[in-house]
């Protein structure tokens, strides 16, 4: 399908005002329940303050004005979310490029059916961890991080506003020196407009008030022009000079991102004796495993007899981690999950990362973007 | 202690095919050709059976060096397995030089059931690299621990 550009904005007023750039999102959101062409929403409702994202399913399509707004402190995942839980329903879900990498990943292993799916993208720069946030909130901004009422990331600054109405802002560059700033995974992560998804809605490009939608499926494409016929959406054509604006600030992201990892996976890539410290903290809780939306065996390698031994008081890696690696690494999708939840801090997704890169060098398979399966799993004489 | 090391025996592992490479140690044997002591041969039903972590428990269990052994391309009894079995190997390679050890110290071929003198020759000339190379001494703490005889229990 040619990839067709728009500017949208929902017709409902509420839904306009309370949607981080128009609510054309959470109106097509709208759309797909009132219609009864899905049974539910995936996407993130906000909990007690701006760091707690809570992924929410809804079922009734007033609930949408509380799921409406990004969430830059909520580092989410659903594609396991859908596959452990959700697969028998058919789903609307709101995806950032790492969700919906997970998901094609997990689409091409038949734990998520494609056809009960609808993928609504949105561009992603990066995602913030609670904790990061409120500490560099109270040193950066010097402001009490429960005074935040709303955040937002725009031209290159984290910007928050506060309960007397007031903003105030930071270079993100200046956060990420100090070691503050997006989850490092973010920082190297090179998929900004999620096009492995029906279609993407950002703010590069848009006017105030509006979302950029590149459209990307057959799939998008009704959906988009029905929504808009039933009087969901209002639609028009962006200008050139937007495309090209929205395009421009991709690039530039992307180079970013590329800058990002070469710092990371190259410059200062921990070897092997560092690697051994890392190791040689775990605790063996197996939370890496099971945060990884790629790890999703029934019977896992980690917890045979054979591969355990019991006078080892710290899981020797080559058998612990190696294996996970040698099932998930050429998958990997970048999305940081067994990072965030390792309680030892031991930086996994640069290692996952770092080995997906080499495959795709070798193999030229892209994990979350390729619409086959890794070339390990082919059949072929080849 | 040092002197002790250094006199122990490589220990080499070689996963090998049922149809092909296993049937080239065998020639190999009934021709009584020499090949070195140190490995120890594990009989498979296909390379394609072989997965990463069978090569690296090898490794954890105190190999100093593994070899695997299939048929030649287009011979597999299993059509693919050794085509998979090769995708398979390059990662590994990857994957164990993330964990310090050395591309050297795992080795793959192709040799079918005639081959008896290409069986000998792999194995010798493994056998040297493996000897020159010294030891497998694995940098992870909690091994040498192990490797001091102090057991946790
Ligand atoms: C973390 C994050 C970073 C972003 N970065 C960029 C960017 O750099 N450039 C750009 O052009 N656009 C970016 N966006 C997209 C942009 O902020 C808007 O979401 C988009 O323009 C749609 O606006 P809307 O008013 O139509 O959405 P709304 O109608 O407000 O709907 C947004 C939907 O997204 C869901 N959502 C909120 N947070 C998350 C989250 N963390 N993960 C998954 N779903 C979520 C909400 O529940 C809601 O359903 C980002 C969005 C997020 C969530
Ligand atoms: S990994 Fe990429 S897509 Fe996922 S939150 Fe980070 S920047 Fe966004
Ligand atoms: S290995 Fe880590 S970063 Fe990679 S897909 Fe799994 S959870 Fe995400
Ligand atoms: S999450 Fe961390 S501590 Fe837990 S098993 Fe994984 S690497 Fe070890
Ligand atoms: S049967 Fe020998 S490699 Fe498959």
């Not at chain 1, 839904?15 to 049974?39: M, N, P, T």
């Not at chain 1, 005074?147 to 600054?157: A, F, N, P, R």
């Not at chain 1, 799939?219 to 959406?233: F, N, P, R, T």
């Not at chain 2, 202690?1 to 080239?24: A, P």
Request: proline share 4%.
């Amino acid at each position: 399908m040619e990839t067709q550009f728009l500017l949208a904005k929902a017709k409902d007023k509420e839904l306009a005002k309370r949607g981080e750039c128009g609510g054309a999102i959470s109106a097509l959101f709208k759309y797909l329940l009132d219609q009864g062409l899905v049974d539910g929403v995936l996407n993130l409702r906000q909990g007690v303050d701006i760091y707690d994202g809570i992924p929410t399913l809804v079922e009734d399509s007033e609930d949408l004005m509380e799921t409406c707004g990004s969430l830059h402190c909520a580092p989410t995942m659903f594609g396991d979310l859908i596959s452990n839980y959700l697969s028998d329903m058919r789903l609307a879900v709101s995806v950032k490029p790492c969700d919906a990498m997970a998901i094609r990943e997990l689409e091409k292993r038949h734990q998520i059916n494609e056809d009960n799916l609808f993928k609504i993208g949105l561009n992603c720069g990066g995602v913030v961890m609670p904790l990061i946030a409120q500490k560099m909130i109270d040193i950066f901004y010097e402001v009490d991080p429960d005074d935040v009422v709303k955040e937002e990331i725009d031209k290159g600054k984290f910007i928050i506003k506060l309960k007397d109405g007031s903003h105030k802002s930071v270079e993100i560059d200046e956060l990420e020196d100090q070691g503050f700033g997006r989850r490092i995974n973010c920082q190297r992560c090179e998929l900004k407009v999620p096009r492995n998804a029906d279609l993407a809605g950002g703010n590069w490009g848009a006017e105030p008030g509006w979302t950029f939608i590149e459209v990307l499926t057959d799939k998008g494409k009704k959906l988009v022009k029905d929504a808009k016929k039933s009087g969901y959406i209002e639609v028009k054509i962006p200008s050139e000079k937007a495309i090209g604006m929205r395009e421009k600030i991709e690039n530039v992201m992307i180079k970013l991102a590329h800058k990002f990892q070469d710092k990371y996976l190259e410059e200062n890539y921990p070897d092997t004796e560092n690697w051994d410290e890392y190791w040689n903290r775990c605790i063996k809780c197996y939370a890496c495993r099971d945060a990884c939306a790629l790890c999703f065996c029934k019977e896992c390698d980690l917890e045979k007899d054979f591969y355990n031994d019991e006078n080892e008081v710290v899981p020797d890696p080559l058998t612990f981690q190696g294996i996970r690696m040698s099932h998930a690494c050429f998958s990997c999708v970048n999305c940081g999950q067994c990072e965030d939840v390792c309680p030892m801090e031991i930086p996994l997704a640069v290692i996952f990362h770092k080995m997906q890169k080499r495959y795709r060098d070798k193999t030229g398979f892209i994990a979350g973007v390729s619409e086959e399966l890794p070339p390990l799993y082919s059949p072929e004489k080849s | 202690m040092v002197k002790e090391m250094s006199d122990e025996k490589t220990k080499i592992l070689g996963f090998c095919c049922n149809w092909c490479c296993y049937g080239g140690a065998d020639t190999a044997g009934t021709a009584r050709m020499q090949y070195p002591p140190n490995v120890r041969i594990l009989r498979v039903m296909c390379s394609g059976r072989i997965n990463p972590s069978m090569v690296f428990k090898a490794f954890k269990e105190g190999a100093d060096g593994v070899f695997v052994g299939g048929c030649h391309r287009g011979d597999c009894h299993y059509d693919a397995g050794n085509y998979k079995w090769n995708r398979r190997a390059e990662l590994i390679k990857d994957i164990l030089l993330e964990f310090g050890i050395p591309e050297e110290r795992f080795r793959f071929e192709w040799i079918s059931a005639s081959e008896g003198e290409k069986f000998q020759k792999t194995m010798e000339e493994f056998t040297k690299t493996i000897e020159s190379m010294g030891p497998l001494q694995r940098t992870f703490p909690i091994c040498s621990v192990k490797q001091q005889g102090i057991k946790a229990k």
